[in-house]
Structures are given as C-alpha cells and as structure tokens.
C-alpha cells in the first residue's frame, strides 16, 4: 500500500473537502455569509494536516514509510557533507571490524560447540588430583593410563558410549626429510561417541581396535584434499607413520577437526597401532604402560543421566580401577596419593582446548581493548553529531514550530547515526573477517600451527548487529535527544549569534572529548606496556648465542638398532656432520632450547632429605661451545666419561644455588637422584659449573639445568638433537648436513629449525599482544587528536565574535592563544588525571601476560600521558593559531 | 441552543448505528445523521470522525467504496460489515451496561 501513499492523502482530502463544503453549504442554508459559513466550516475542522498525518499514522504500514523517508532525508544530509560521512564511516568501520574481529576468535576459541551430533550430551572424564604423582605424560592431554582406561572402560555405567583419544605427531616419510602428520590417536568407539559419518570409505570402529591390530587410518578431509587432491583412489592405499605401513580406511567429514578447539588433524590411527609404532616404548604393551599418562577420555551420556550422576558412579568405580593400576615403580607415598585420584565427569560441549586456557586472558583483553576502541570513536562521532546538530539547530526549531513532532525529528536524526552505523557495521564485518583470518596466520608458526574454524556463525553476525546498534545509540541518541528537546522559540531567537552563551552548550562535547582522552591514555599506556614487554622478551639474557645455530632433529627407529649400539651411532653421526664444511661447532643433545619438551627429574641433596626438581638435557661433549653457554668453573665432558667410568654431571649456577653447598667448591660435590624402591641411587659427581641459560620458556627466569654425558646414559633413545654452530647460511649448511646424515644411512630422518626461529616463535603471543595493542592506541590517539582538533575548532568559530571583542580592545595574539590552549589544557588534563586512574587500576588485567616490568610501571605510564598531551597540544595547535590570525574587524562583523 | 459533544467511546457507536439504520452513508451524512437524530444535541468533532472511521475501517467494522452524491459530487461512502453488525450489539449492550450503572449511581439518595 505503500505507493499508494499520495493517493491516500487525495483521497482523505477530497473526502474532508467535501464535508467542509457540506457544511458550509448548511450554515449558509441557515442564514450565514459564505465567507462566514466557509471559514466557521474550516475552523471546525482544525489542522487538517494533523488530520491527515494521523489519520495515515493509524495505517500500520506507514512505519516503514516513515522509516524509508528517513533514510532518504539521512543519506541526503550525509550526501551534503560527504567529509564528515567518510570520516565517521571509517572510524566505524574500524571500530567494528576489529571488534568483530576478536570476537570471532573469542568465539572460534571459546564459545563455538563441537561439530558433532548432540554435543551437549557429550562429557570429558576427568581424573581430578590434587597431587601430581611422577608418570611420563605424552601430549597436551595426558589425562589417564592404557590400563586405567581398560578398567573404566569395563566398569562405567554413566555413558552409553565412551573412547579416548591422543594427539601425537609422527613421520610420513621414509628417510631423509621428516614430513611430520598431525595424528590423533583414537579407541574404536571414538566416532561413534561423536556420532561422525564417514566421508569416504569407512571410519575406525571396535573392530580396528583391537590387541596387535593391523590398524587402518582415515585421513582428515582436508588432508585426503591436500595430498590425494581428492581422489577416491587414496582409499586402500597405505601410509607410512614413523616407518610402519598402514592402509587408509576412510575420510572424515569436511567440517570435523577433532575434538580439540585449535587444532587439527592429518590423520586418525586406531589406539592399538601404538605398540606397532612405537615397539619396546608402546604405551600399551611396555612394562612401562601403568606410568605413561597419554589419553584423554570422552564418552556420551546415557539418556537422562546428568553429569552429577555420572561424576558419583566414576568416583565409586575410582578406588577399584586405581588399586588395579598402580604403577609398579611407586613407593607408598606415592601411592598413598595415587590412590586418592577421583575419576569426574565435566561438560564437553566446547571440546577440549589448550589454546582456550593458553590465550582466553589475551583474548578477553583483547576484546575489551578493541571495545574501548569503538568507545573512543563513538565518542567522536557523537561529537561531530552534536556540532552538526548545533548548526541546524534553526531548520529544526523551524520544524518543531510548525508542528513535527518531537518523536518524529529525533527519529529524523537518529537514522543518520543509524544509517552510518548500519554502513560502518557492514564495512567492519568484512573487515572483520580479512582480520581475524590473519590474526590466526599471526599466531600460527610453523612448529605449531594455530587452526581455528573461523566462519561467521549466528554469535558473530549477532555480536556485529548489536555493536550497530549501541553504536547508534551511543553516537546518535545524546545529539538527537538535546536538538529535540530545546524549546524552538529560544533557538530561534540565538540562531547564528553566539556570543559567549555556548559555554553551556558545549558542555557535553567537553565531557567527551576528557572521556576520549581518557579512554585513549588507557590504550596508549597498554600499548606501550606490551611493546616494551615483548623488548624486554627480545633483549633478555639468554645465556646463549642463538644466531648461527641450526637445530637438526634426528629419529632413527626405522634402523632397529639395539640399546647398545645406538651411542656410538650418535657419535658416528656427529663425526659426519662436524665434517661438513662450514660447520664451526656441533653437539648432540636429548633437546633444544625452547623447542617445547622438557624433562625434570628429583634431586636429592646431602642428606638425602632436602631436594626439589631441577630439568635436565643429556649432552655429548661440545655441547657448551657449540651453543657458547659460558664455562665458569671445571670441564666440559670428555671422551674420558664413559660408561664404566664414575657418573659425573655439568650444572648451572640456578642448580649450584639451590643444592649444592655454599661453603664449598661446587666442583667435586656430589649428590644422588630420586629413585622407585628397589632402584639403585647412585652418586653423581659435578665436574663442571657452567652460565645459566633460557631452558624452555623465554617468560621464565633461569631454572636449574643438569646436564649428564650422552655416553654414560643407560637406555640411548632413537632420538636426538644435533645443535649445529657454522659460519654459512643455515639453508646451505641444512643441504650440507642431510647429505652427511642420510650419507651415513639413507633410513635416518631429519628434521631442521634455525634456533633464532624456534626461540621467536615462542614469543607469537607477546609479539600479538605487542602489535595489536599497538594499532589499538595508535588508533585511540588520533581519533582523540581528531576529537581535540574538531571540538576547538569549532569553538573558536563560535566565539569569533568574542574573539574579535577581545582583540579590538587590545588582547595580545598570545593572550588569544591563550585563551584557547587553557581551556584545552583543562580538558586534556581532566582526561589524563581519570585516564591514568582507570590505567592503573585497567592494568592489573594485563599483568600475568608481562615480562620483566609490572602493569602500573610508572616510566611507562608517564610516558603515555607525556605522548598524549604532546600530541594533544599539536592537535589544538592549528585552531589556537587561526584564532589569534583573526583580523577584529572581520571577526566582529562574523555572523 | 446547548450543544454537548459526543462522550468519549460512543463515537463508534453512533457511527455504527447511523450506518445500520441507512445502509450506506458518507462522512457528511453520518455527521448530520447524529445531529438531527439528537436534535443537534450531539455535535461530531470534524477531527474526532474522519480518524475514527479510519480506524473502523483498519478494524474490518465498515467497508468504503467511492460513489456520487445527490450533488453530483465524488463521495467516499461507508457500508457497515457482519464484523460491524457484530460489533454495534457489543457496543450497543455495553453502552446500556453502562449507563444503567450511571443511572443506578445518580438515582441511589
């Protein structure tokens, strides 16, 4: 009915018209002039306009009339400044979209269910302890034994099904160059559990997980499309994991990543195929099994249990499962604790997340940073609403006066806001998705890739309209309200003269700009916190050379040497590599630093008593030249140690401070390791005292490091770490050392990283956090200087006529400046004052994610306000200069 | 002579009950209908009975069709709906609902 619109108005018109005349008609009938009869007839009706509105307002259509008018009268005064439009959609978008952005990591990360049927049925079995007895914990979730699993797994009655899972990685290639696969490792029931159909072919069930399973492997989707490109043919084909043959069974679902938020997969390997794998270390069949945490359990409930129910049946099964697991190398305080263990049920929905509880701090600040963000420019837009508004404040008084009404016009105005913000809204939310796209690239690295599914669900697009519309409201509600509300005849009356009356006037815009400036030395503040915190993370002491140093990642198990024999290949191979031209320096080592594996073990001082855990790294002589960690004291190990010889050990100064005695001479004291009962404790000797250096994390201060000769090991591992010191670029020396490598035996794999890298990689956080609130307060800044600039300018122009006054009756240029710097001065002032208030107290958020300086650290702080009122000061620069550039005869004659 | 406006809520009534008797009227004539019916008691608010009869006609009481008057003029005319016919014995009871409670209240000493 909509078009109809001015046919309605003709019809209702001709119909009054008619009435009207009728009327008059009568009135003359009974003894009146027409002209008399005419106007008396008119008077009874009124405002037939009013009539007419109402009358058409009755029809529910004209809400959308009205609203499509606005739209049309809001992109017609947009369309008459196009600067500001820009200006404000910009701002918008760029409030927005990064807004939107982080939301949908906070969303991917933290919010978003698991892409499996019912997750809210789902639950993760938990073993709840609050001691951590020793044990060999493999992977991110290494939440229960092989054999602990067996006894839940007979015993459970709160879960229709049930299966555990494990993420490992292993090697695709057969010699030469690793090619690492990203496996999870599941029981037959896991698919089941989650209720995931196959893609193609068919996926693991009971039946491939079974004791010496042949084992078939279903490859992810995104895998099969990667390496297969697609073809059906992949199926029956086989892969290699760490040298075992396995045929391909099937493919999983395009949208299924597994269950662990952040990750994927390449593969899926039944649990069995683990003695197969790993042989003599299997996690499953080795005497070793009861001590290999590994597995992670998730189960779906039975129909009407809850997970209270469930949690009372699993902690009434705990005690029997437990009591048939204990590790046998537990003494009986340890398994004092180990019996003590409560099997749980916790809510699965959101999957299980390393990430989640890695980053949710960054994250929710994040957000809340960005939030301040689109404050700051919804501050700034309300601010250039309120002086365009003060501007038609006459066209609008002239409106009121002729009988719009008050609703309406505030309408009016509010869908130019609304219009902006539905603009700025789209603009930001395909911003949005380009930037959280690259924030995952950012905060992935080769070593260990970040994989989030980042499509925009409901949350998101819901999170982007409701931003829309508080933007609205925040920006265009405070100047549509106030030119609503003042009465017309004083608008009127002022239009165009204001002298001195403004002040009033302006007080909100002042109020918002101290707020922006408020708002923004909270964000400078946290900028320069994280930028000074990842420098000090950069610029740390590392107690090693990292440049230089290439890290060779050596697995030999495809070569099925014995024990005995595997130290002297180690040794054979790094007599190779040291040939190598260019090589200045190499080692063998069980790690490199900050490469993600650590290992511990407990000290046992001189009395046997006191003692505590220091970590530890197996190393061949060499090792401290190589990675030029400073001797202090003693030697290096040397082809002297072996294994007949007494047990001796290298520590570092943390280690001497914690365990050995002060009174003496570190080199030459002794001290013993914790054992199982039963296991003899021998006494290791310190020969050598070297510097402390980073271990395996560039946030923590030095720990104590032992390092034990590679030669008196007992059980040689077929893995190890070549540290590599050359004088060539690390491409060519890592062509250079494959060749010696694979020289040796072409059924060795290798894998290389430059330790520069492995060690920055570690900092992707910080260098986020560093960056983002970098761009945060950047931002903040100059939507504040621009607030600054907008609200004095705009003063100025109003008060030309003071001004002019002023200056005709003798105020000096500086006078006038003046003038105008005090009364910005106060503004910026006012705003530093609340601003270095909400900073500090703000700051106590960011304080876990800081290195080496605390979150109210007043340098930085200060340097944040210096920075504001500098760049605050510059942007008033230019009005404050054009005021006293005025020449009083113009300025007088202003209107 | 004394003139009382229409009391509030009797308009549709009025209206309603002009159409029922006529069959077919337009704004004028249901205007002058009430007045001559109460002997120019009852004055109808120009402003009061266009909004009205738009209102009447979004509720489905009436229907509109335009025609000619005796004058030979375009007419909107008005024809009341079984909606409106339900609608007048609803308004019809309740009005004598009401003022026989007015006149109970005004008669008890």
Known sequence: ?895 | MHRNEIPPGTLYLLILKALARSGELHGFEIARWIEQVSDDVLQVEEGSLYPALQRMLIRGWVKAKWGVTAGNRRARYYRLTTLGREQLEVEVSEFNRVVAAITRAIQTA
């Not at chain 1, 109809?4 to 209702?12: C, E, K, P, T």
């Not at chain 1, 008119?42 to 259509?61: A, H, K, Q, T």
């Not at chain 1, 049930?162 to 599941?186: C, F, K, P, R, Y």
């Not at chain 1, 003590?340 to 960054?362: D, I, V, W």
Request: charged letters at 15%.
């Open chain 1, 1 to 895: 009915m909509l078009w109809r619109g001015s046919r309605f108005d003709a019809d209702l018109e001709q119909e009054m018209r008619l009435h009207q005349e009728l009327r008059a008609q009568e009135q003359v009938e009974r003894g009146l002039s027409p002209e008399e009869a005419h106007y008396a007839a008119e008077r009874r009706f009124g405002n037939r306009l009013v009539l007419r509105e109402e009358s058409r307002d009755m029809w529910n259509w004209n809400w959308l009339e009205t609203f499509l008018q606005d739209i049309r009268y809001g992109l017609r005064t947009l369309a008459k400044s196009p600067g500001f439009a820009v200006v404000a959609l910009l701002t918008l978008a760029l409030g927005i979209g990064a807004n939107a952005a982080i939301f949908q990591l906070v969303d991917a990360v933290r919010l978003r269910t698991l892409p499996v049927k019912d997750p809210q049925s789902l639950a993760i079995v938990h073993l709840k302890r609050d001691f951590w007895v020793s044990g060999n914990f493999n992977g991110p979730y290494a939440e229960l034994t092989y054999p602990l699993w067996q006894q839940i797994r007979q015993q459970q009655q709160a879960f229709s099904s049930i299966a555990v899972w494990s993420s490992d990685q292993t090697n695709l290639a057969t010699g030469g160059e690793m090619d690492i696969a990203h496996d999870i490792w599941v029981s037959g029931d896991f698919f089941t559990v989650l209720g995931v159909q196959p893609f193609l072919g068919r996926l693991i069930s009971l039946g491939d997980d079974q004791p010496g399973c042949a084992g078939g492997v279903d490859l992810s989707y995104a895998f099969w499309q990667r390496r297969y490109g697609g073809a059906a043919s992949a199926i029956g084909q086989t892969v290699t994991l760490d040298g075992h043959p396995f045929p391909i069974v099937g493919v999983t679902p395009p949208g299924f990543y597994g269950v662990s938020v952040g990750d994927r997969f390449d593969l899926a390997v039944p649990v069995c195929a683990d003695a197969t794998v790993y042989g003599e270390y299997s996690r499953i069949t080795s005497p070793d099994a009861r001590h290999d945490w590994w597995l992670a359990m998730i189960g779906r409930l039975n129909p009407g249990w809850s997970l209270d129910r469930a949690t009372a049946q699993l902690a009434a099964i705990s005690p029997g499962a437990l009591q048939a697991t204990i590790p046998p190398q537990y003494d009986a305080d340890h398994v004092k604790h180990y019996l003590s263990y409560k099997l749980e049920a916790l809510p699965a929905a959101n999957g299980f997340s390393n990430l989640r509880q890695s980053s949710s701090t960054s994250l929710w600040l994040l957000l809340g940073l960005s939030g301040l963000v689109l404050l700051i420019a919804c501050a700034n837009l309300a601010n250039l609403m309120l002086a365009r508004a003060s501007t038609r404040g006459p066209e609008i008084a002239v409106r009121l006066a002729l009988g719009a009404s008050r609703g309406r016009l505030i309408r009016q105005l509010l869908s130019e806001s609304a219009l902006l913000a539905v603009a700025g809204a789209l603009c930001g939310g395909i911003l949005a998705a380009t930037l959280s796209r690259s924030l995952v690239a950012f905060i992935s690295t080769p070593n260990s890739s970040v994989f989030l599914d980042m499509h925009a669900d409901w949350r998101v697009l819901g999170f982007v309209a409701g931003l829309a519309i508080l933007t609205t409201l925040l920006f265009g509600l405070a100047p549509a309200l106030r030119s609503g509300s003042a009465p017309p005849g004083s608008v009127l009356k002022t239009a165009g003269r204001g002298m001195t009356s403004g002040r009033e006037r302006f007080r909100l815009q002042r109020i918002l700009v101290a707020a922006q400036v408020a708002l923004s030395l909270v964000l400078l503040a946290g900028a320069l916190l994280f930028a000074r915190s990842l420098l000090n993370l950069m610029t740390r002491p590392l107690g090693l050379q990292q440049d230089g140093v290439l890290v060779a990642n050596v697995a030999f198990q495809r070569l099925n040497l014995p024990e005995a024999r595997r130290s002297s290949f180690v040794a054979e191979l790094l007599d190779s590599i040291r040939a190598v031209p260019g090589v200045a320096a190499a080692a063998a080592s069980n790690r490199s630093p900050v490469n993600g594996n650590s290992s511990n073990t407990e000290i046992l001082a001189e009395n046997d008593i006191t003692g505590g855990q220091s970590w530890e790294d197996r190393v061949s002589p060499g090792y401290f030249q190589t990675t030029e960690i400073p001797f202090l004291a003693g030697r290096d190990f040397s082809p002297n140690d072996s294994a007949d010889s007494p047990k001796v050990v290298i520590v570092n100064l943390v280690f001497v401070k914690k365990f050995l005695s002060p009174s003496k001479n570190p080199v030459g004291q002794q001290f013993r390791l914790d054992a199982p009962p039963g296991m003899p404790k021998p006494y290791y000797s310190v020969v050598g005292v070297v510097g402390d250096s980073v271990y395996n994390d560039m946030h923590e201060q030095f720990v104590p490091i032992v390092y034990f000769p590679r030669a008196q090991d007992e059980h040689p591992n077929i893995y190890v770490t070549f540290l590599i010191r050359s004088r060539v670029s690390s491409a060519s020396l890592a062509n250079g050392v494959k060749h010696a490598i694979t020289g040796a035996n072409p059924e060795v794999d290798v894998q290389f990283v430059v330790l520069r890298t492995q060690l920055r990689d570690s900092l992707v956080q910080d260098e986020l956090m560093a960056t983002l609130c970098g761009f945060f307060g950047g931002l903040a800044v100059l939507l504040a200087a621009l607030g600054l600039y907008g609200v004095i300018s705009y003063t100025v122009a109003q008060r030309t006529n003071e001004i002019g006054i002023r200056m005709a009756l003798g105020a000096q240029r500086s006078g006038i400046v003046g003038l105008v710097l005090r009364e910005v001065a106060v503004l910026i002032g006012i705003g530093i004052a609340i601003g270095a208030g909400l900073a500090l107290g703000g700051g106590r958020a960011a304080s876990s994610l800081l290195y080496g300086l605390k979150a109210n650290d007043p340098l930085t702080l200060a340097l944040a306000v210096m920075l504001l009122a500098a760049i605050g000061l510059a942007a008033i620069f230019v009005p404050a200069r054009r005021a006293s550039r005025l020449d009083p005869m113009v300025a007088l004659r202003y209107e």
